[in-house]
T-cell receptor
Framework: QSVLTQPPSVSGAPGQRVTVSCTGS?????????VHWYQQLPGTAPKLLIY???NRPSGVPDRFSGSKSDTSASLAITGLQAEDEADYYC???????????FGGGTKLTVL | QVQLLESGPGLVKPSETLSLTCTVS????????WSWVRQPPGKGLEWIGY???????NYNPSLKSRVTISVDKSKNQFSLRLNSVTAADTAVYYC???????????????????WGQGTLGTVPS
């Protein structure tokens, strides 16, 4: 069981907006540690998508955005495209564990 | 852009040691943190640990008793050793660069901005 909780799956039609939630606790997200998001396309390594709650690395489309509130965070994808079909992971730091923690991952299906 | 490439034996016998190396190119291994993350088949990501170029380490508490991460600055490489492996250690092992700051801001706890392609480590049951 992951320290950060994500829904196993989400889906949406092309052009729609979907969100992926990431729920933590007072020892990680709620303690002020940054939330970071990764996209893992089938058969490939994870790729940094969002860092520091809501910042996009160079080259990541502005269709992807992140937000954080209290002990939770969310990844939003607007204008959904077929190429967005992938697994998405949130990541933070946990002070109780003194280490990096990941969410269990969310599979996005584009209908 | 830094590139990372994992290498090492793909098959390890139960109770033996899994040894992997990550070669960093396109930049120096100095002044950064370097990490290992694994992913069992069909499952999520699990952080194993990280090392600073100076040699300071931090390991996942659930693996700490079996893990050693080391760095070889002369070869621009860092390595993972996982002892007493079982079938539960079968996974794709990724090496990654861990950073704390980007765009003028810093984030305690860090995040992974560059990843290797991953290598499958199999422990037969």
């Amino acid at each position: 069981q992951s320290v950060l909780t994500q829904p196993p799956s989400v889906s949406g039609a092309p052009g729609q907006r979907v969100t992926v939630s990431c729920t933590g606790s007072s020892s990680n997200i709620g303690a002020g540690y940054g939330v970071h998001w990764y996209q893992q396309l089938p058969g490939t390594a994870p790729k940094l998508l969002i860092y520091g709650n809501n910042n996009r690395p160079s080259g990541v489309p502005d269709r992807f955005s992140g937000s954080k509130s209290d002990t939770s965070a969310s990844l939003a994808i607007t204008g959904l495209q077929a190429e967005d079909e992938a697994d998405y992971y949130c990541q933070s730091y946990d002070s109780s564990l003194s280490g990096v923690v990941f969410g269990g991952g969310t599979k996005l299906t584009v209908l | 852009q830094v590139q990372l490439l994992e290498s090492g034996p793909g098959l390890v016998k139960p109770s033996e040691t899994l040894s992997l190396t990550c070669t960093v190119s396109g930049g120096s291994i100095s002044n950064d943190y370097w990490s290992w993350v694994r992913q069992p088949p069909g499952k999520g990501l699990e952080w194993i640990g990280y090392i600073y170029y100076s040699g300071n380490t931090n390991y996942n508490p659930s693996l700490k008793s079996r893990v050693t991460i080391s760095v070889d600055k002369s070869k621009n490489q860092f390595s993972l050793r996982l002892n007493s492996v079982t079938a539960a250690d079968t996974a794709v092992y990724y090496c990654a660069r861990m950073t704390y700051c980007s765009g003028g801001s810093c984030y305690p706890g860090g995040f992974f901005d560059s990843w290797g392609q991953g290598t499958l480590g199999t422990v037969p049951s």
